[in-house]
């Protein structure tokens, strides 16, 4: 399916994952812990993005709490009512779990697109339950799985997000991105860097663009250390990619996505709002986590949220100290009033 015409600078267009139109061609990350429902509405609120995803679910524990509760797990909370397109990524290695999951998802709660996730590094994940990114040492493994979920969410459109491989010995990037493609993935996303890394050092994208020619006709996005506008119009023009994927920089400015895509279009970048605009959107944000999870728990669910928005600021770490401490709505409120913006200014 050729994408529709673009008002994007040379050589970026719009692209399909199965048929939904990515547009624009900027995805937000997964983020376990962050990209919940509230979150989600915030960075929709300011747009810029061409698909948004929930946080990563555990197959068999969705199966569990299916089966012996009658419920699903909470990070699916607004998913089935949630605009569109949406993802959902999930992970496990069991076949069968995963396309159970799957199923439900792209059948049930008509997702856009289900996305597996082959790239987290986290030692609970691989160490102790042998996905994530473990499963990039068995691309076997990998190929039956995707395999099973494609055939459980037909015509609902799989993805698959990996790293350039377990260690920077084993970094088999080209033969994991071949075997995706091989068992029916409709797109990959490649973090530039390996599970060893976690997040330290630079992602290479010299080694994401490698992949390119290695695919036959399934979309490459790629993903790391995307921090500004600018650095997204680098990735297009300097790497063979057809999108690219923003994950931590947004935490703390939702409104990043715009700006890149105000870039790509060769607009002015419109600049970050004031700090006392910062201001209103993290107290918008307060207000849906609370919404969704209750004064307490959304209170100290937003600590980490607040740390975020106040990032990269002179006196962060004097609000840091602060906010990481609230457990009630009237505590927020006063350290923010007293705290944030008066004492930040931006760097």
Known sequence: MAPHSSNYISGIEPFYIGDVLIDPPILQAPMAGFTNYAFRQIVHGFGGTGLQATEMVHAR????MDEHKGEHPERLWGVQDEFRPLAVQIWDNDEE??????RQLAHGYKVSIVDINFGCPVKRVTERAKSGSY????PDKMGKIIEKVV???AP???TAKI???CTRDQMNFIDVAQTVEAAGAAALTVHGRTAQDMFRGTADWDRISDIKPYLNSIPLIGNGDLDSAAAVVAAFQNYDVDGVMIARAC???PWLFSQAAAALRGEVVPPDPSLEEQKACMLEHYRKVVDRFGEKRGTVLMRKYACCYAQGKH???HFRTHVAKVESPKEFYNVVDEFFPQSLEAV
């Open 156 to 158: 609902v459109p799989v």
């Open 61 to 64: 524990g969705f199966v569990y």
């Open 97 to 102: 779990a995963m396309a159970e999951v799957a």
């Open 163 to 165: 790293r350039l491989g």
């Open 151 to 153: 055939n459980a969410c």
């Open 135 to 138: 499963l990039l040492s068995e």
């Open 251 to 253: 935490l703390g400015r």
């Open 315 to 317: 006196g962060a770490r």
